[in-house]
């Protein structure tokens, strides 16, 4: 059974840069592909990253593309996102996932086979 555990979310104000880690225990973290999911207040929960299993491969969103970069660093079983620009449209619950079957990433919810409780990222105005 695979663990993961997001930090670094908070509040920030409109153009603040923040990073999220989510650490990964109980699995071979170097063999899963990742993902980095949100979900604002009554929408349904968005694809944002994702990421191969060895890190040589990502994909993003168009809404996030060229101000977010997920990367991985396999030694420390940890995937992180690094938000530049941030925008009042970011704001949501921000989760990392792991999937064991699609080694180079996917954009779509159901390949993801484990989630983390999620961590906020509030941007204001």
């Known amino acids: 059974q695979v663990q993961l555990v997001e930090s670094g979310g908070g509040s920030v104000q409109a153009g603040d840069s923040l990073t999220l880690s989510c650490a990964a225990s109980?699995?071979?973290?170097?063999?899963?592909?990742m993902g980095w999911f949100r979900q604002a207040p009554g929408k349904e929960r968005e694809f944002v990253a994702t990421?191969?299993?060895?890190?040589?491969?990502?994909g993003y969103a168009d809404s996030v593309k060229g101000r977010f970069t997920i990367s991985r660093d396999n030694a420390k079983n940890t995937v992180y996102l690094q938000m530049n620009s941030l925008k009042p449209e970011d704001t949501a619950v921000y989760y990392c996932?792991?999937?064991?079957?699609?080694?180079?990433?996917?954009?779509?919810?159901?390949?993801?086979?484990?989630w983390g409780q999620g961590t906020q990222v509030t941007v204001s105005s």
């Open positions: 109980g699995g071979t973290f170097s063999c899963y592909a």
């Open positions: 990421i191969s299993w060895s890190g040589g491969k990502a």
């Open positions: 996932a792991a999937s064991t079957r699609i080694y180079s990433g996917s954009f779509y919810l159901n390949d993801y086979h484990y």
